[in-house]
DNA sequence: CTGAAAGCGCTTACAG
DNA sequence: CTGAAAGCGCTTACAG
């Protein structure tokens, strides 16, 4: 039964097999498997032709083992399967970094590399020569290890990397202390005063520069910037960080929350308590994702590029393989989307 | 500063390059680095100095061309990003994935393939030597290759294969009719009698066997099967289905649909219309994914053991590269989980 | 328990 | 424009 199965597995034919079907050396139907233009047409042909009926397919690890390129790029994601998967901004890099190498010939390796268990083997998967280039995306300041990467592979960033020795990597981010800094003072506009924030984890660099960007609004306003709770970026995160808000101040009258999804836990708590947004407590998010739309009432939020980010990283890491010159930082627009909550 | 940041680009250190550190020959290295017992235990030590000291990593392409294994598993996904971020279903089952090879040395490879521009793409990586396995959740029936990749290299669906001549393939699933049947049956115990359902695709097996078992429980009471509106499991497609049922059907009591995501999309129809759930129209979902306790009110749904049907591909894709006896179907079971929409 | 040697399937100067 | 040959970094019988 098992034996049966696998002899129905067929041995991949190889160049040699390829070059004896057309008659020609390994050396031309490897030029003509790459493209070259230094053979014949009727050459070609024949090679082509042979390869089509062979349903030949180059092998991978003999090929990247001769020209030292594995044509596969890896993305690492520092985080558990059910936050990558229930936060859209993930979902907005990704579509942008698979769209970014849609017309490259490199595919793209998806790692989600909680941070115990598995570092490990991303480790040795990274270094393993599996890849000939990496993005990492929402790294935490306890994972030293990525920026050490970059001197074995490129690595482009997604966002401002946490400690300072890193700046000379390569990073794509949005300016989201200056985001940040908007949302509070559309607030401070709307007449607000006793304005709070829902800040991410203090591990990551985007949740301490939204943080910076609300105590400068407040600051710049002679205000108080004590209304500050911690979330993880997740839902509930966000519900608990308000009720925590709260309880603290009743007079609370406004939160800026450093994500949409954290805003939605936010709302739902000000429903239960009877608060109306944005009458009595005006909220504003940060990410712009679909999150921002499903809320009743809808978010007024900073939109950051989340697609365009994705893109670019890949744009620069591509560019980074071809040896091209890049620009360490790439930093994109955010701009204020007003809806309902604020 | 090209040129210098690729110059900081150290090469990496090679099997030879630790056995001469170690003064054994690369054999040796090779035992021990493979874990074999067969080696001095004073020269294992040596030797594992010498690849510390080194920090020397085996280069996989090498390794996989010699041994004819890559260690890597592919989970194929044809399903644009939207979709396979938006469904926490993915989610489940990416995370049961992860877990079912977390203590094996193969790594995940995720491909989200799109099924237009990177089908080609795909069907290189997978047949170029790049994994040793592939699972494949979310098939559609448009997308044949995926049924001779088993040809190839061993594969493990998600999901009944569409085809019938596919029923040599190894999958696992649940009884998707039987859980349809359960919950529609559910729905005729609390007296409904007209009573519709949202499916899901029709090029995808589950959707079809859904609406079967929907079909047998009406027909098996002596009703109408006539109020069938197609969506693609998406929260929007749920929506407009509810719509169209609406506009058929004014008198319609109850609604079983394919998926969490599909009934959160019609909840809002019915909201938005003043249609009381379940009071005037009652509700059974299917997945029991997190979406269902995110409503208002929370649903009535179908579970299935979406991390559980992950592990068990892992697990059964895992004893079938190690050349054991597999069943070909594991079918995993549903059952009704009753909250407040039915 | 250990080493020398062949080989995995490609690419890439080097000749011609 | 084309082929013979060396080499990429491993593993694996085969001797000893």
Redesign the interface.
Same mark, same amino acid.
């Given at each position: 039964?098992?034996a049966a199965h696998?002899a129905?597995?067929?041995a991949?034919p190889t160049l040699e097999a390829v070059a004896s079907a057309a008659g020609v050396s390994r050396s031309t139907v490897s030029r003509v498997v790459n493209g070259s233009t230094q053979v014949r047409p009727d050459v070609v042909d024949a090679v082509n032709a042979a390869i089509a009926r062979l349903d030949y397919?180059?092998?991978? !690890? /003999?090929r990247?083992?001769a020209s030292r390129q594995?044509m596969?790029i890896a993305l690492i994601v520092p985080e558990? !399967? /059910?936050r990558?998967?229930?936060d859209?901004f993930?979902?907005a890099i990704?579509?942008g970094i698979?769209r970014g190498l849609?017309s490259s010939d490199y595919?793209?390796?998806?790692?989600?590399a909680s941070r115990t268990?598995?570092s490990l083997?991303t480790k040795?998967?990274l270094?393993?020569?599996?890849v000939d280039g990496a993005i990492v995306v929402s790294h935490h300041s306890d994972v030293e290890f990525f920026s050490e990467l970059d001197?074995?592979?490129p690595v482009v960033f997604g966002g401002r990397p946490f400690h300072p020795e890193q700046h000379s990597n390569y990073f794509v981010d949005v300016d989201n202390a200056a985001g940040a800094a908007l949302a509070t003072e559309y607030l401070l506009d709307k007449g607000r005063r006793r304005i709070g924030t829902i800040s991410g984890p203090v591990d990551m660099q985007a949740a301490n520069d939204r943080s910076k960007g609300w105590v400068s609004a407040l600051t710049g306003a002679g205000l108080p910037t004590d209304l500050i709770a911690h979330g993880d970026f997740t839902m509930a995160s966000g519900a608990s960080a308000m009720r925590d808000l709260l309880d603290r101040e009743p007079n609370l009258d406004a939160v800026f929350v450093a994500s949409d999804l954290m805003a939605m836990g936010a709302i739902s708590v000000l429903r239960e308590r009877g608060i109306s947004v944005p009458d009595q407590v005006s909220l504003v998010g940060f990410d712009d994702s679909?999150a921002a739309t499903s809320t009743d009432p809808q978010l007024t939020t900073v939109h950051q590029p989340s697609t365009e980010m994705g893109l670019r990283m890949a744009h620069n890491l591509l560019a980074l393989l071809a040896?091209?010159?890049v620009e360490r930082q790439s930093i994109l627009p955010t701009r204020l989307v007003v809806r309902d909550s604020a």
């Open positions: 039964m098992i696998q129905t597995r067929r991949a397919v180059p092998n991978r !690890a /003999a990247s083992l594995t596969a558990e !399967a /059910a990558f998967f229930g859209p993930f979902a990704v579509q698979t849609e595919v793209l390796n998806l790692q989600l268990s598995t083997k040795k998967y270094l393993g020569g599996n001197a074995t592979i679909p040896g091209e010159e």
